[in-house]
T-cell receptor, first 114, second 114 residues
Framework: EAQVTQNPRYLITVTGKKLTVTCSQNMNHEYMSWYRQDPGLGLRQIYYSMNVEVTDKGDVPEGYKVSRKEKRNFPLILESPSPNQTSLYFC?????????????FGPGTRLTVT | AQSVTQLDSQVPVFEEAPVELRCNYSSSVSVYLFWYVQYPNQGLQLLLKYLSGSTLVKGINGFEAEFNKSQTSFHLRKPSVHISDTAEYFCAVSEAGGGNKLTFGTGTQLKVEL
């Protein structure tokens, strides 16, 4: 089954404790992206990747890092999480870099930073 | 820069009644427009998209939307809703030549009641 998977689905952590949220897709997609969803703000893009070893900032990159060492994986790294990073995170992927290609979303990771 | 406005944060409607969810966008160039649906505790799923051609676009689950360039709108409609349509709906825009970047609205919670 074609899908985007994220782990963990739920995470509660404390301020400053480094964490990684994994994202993996099995569709051989070139493009991958991370979003955060906050009430009243919709989804905002954090980082995106056009292909392996090619990443760039989205609209809200502060406090986050990403890497794209393999085509299928695009982990999101929070080096020193803070409470304002409490949010619902989505990973997405699509074939190619044209908007004509549909973006497929993962099920989301709910992160709470205390 | 592109932006999307969804003025209605919540829309209550009775089952079998028609519904319209409003979306307006702002951009200085040509755009592509999308509607996504998010069911509780799930990721986003593409409902429909406008890329070019006919301004009336039909999507899944009986939804349709009309692109109105003069009014910069892309309202979503369904002639008769079902309880299972209860979800959050997001309008999104991408500028021509902007790659895969999607800018989302703040979302509209559709609540279908018996």
């Amino acid at each position: 089954e074609a899908q985007v998977t994220q782990n963990p689905r739920y995470l509660i952590t404390v301020t400053g404790k480094k964490l990684t949220v994994t994202c993996s897709q099995n569709m051989n997609h070139e493009y991958m992206s991370w979003y955060r969803q906050d009430p009243g703000l919709g989804l905002r893009q954090i980082y995106y990747s056009m292909n392996v070893e090619v990443t760039d900032k989205g609209d809200v990159p502060e406090g986050y890092k990403v890497s794209r060492k393999e085509k299928r994986n695009f982990p999101l790294i929070l080096e020193s999480p803070s409470p304002n990073q409490t949010s619902l995170y989505f990973c997405a992927s699509s074939a190619g870099t044209s908007i004509r290609r549909e973006q497929y979303f993962g099920p989301g990771t709910r992160l709470t930073v205390t | 820069a592109q932006s999307v406005t969804q003025l209605d944060s919540q829309v209550p409607v009775f089952e079998e009644a028609p519904v319209e969810l409003r979306c307006n966008y702002s951009s200085s160039v040509s755009v592509y427009l999308f509607w996504y649906v998010q069911y509780p505790n799930q990721g986003l799923q593409l409902l429909l998209k406008y890329l070019s051609g006919s301004t009336l676009v039909k999507g899944i689950n009986g939804f349709e939307a009309e692109f109105n360039k003069s009014q910069t709108s892309f309202h979503l409609r369904k002639p008769s809703v079902h309880i299972s349509d209860t979800a959050e709906y997001f309008c999104a825009v991408s500028e021509a030549g902007g790659g895969n970047k999607l800018t989302f609205g703040t979302g509209t919670q559709l609540k279908v009641e018996l």
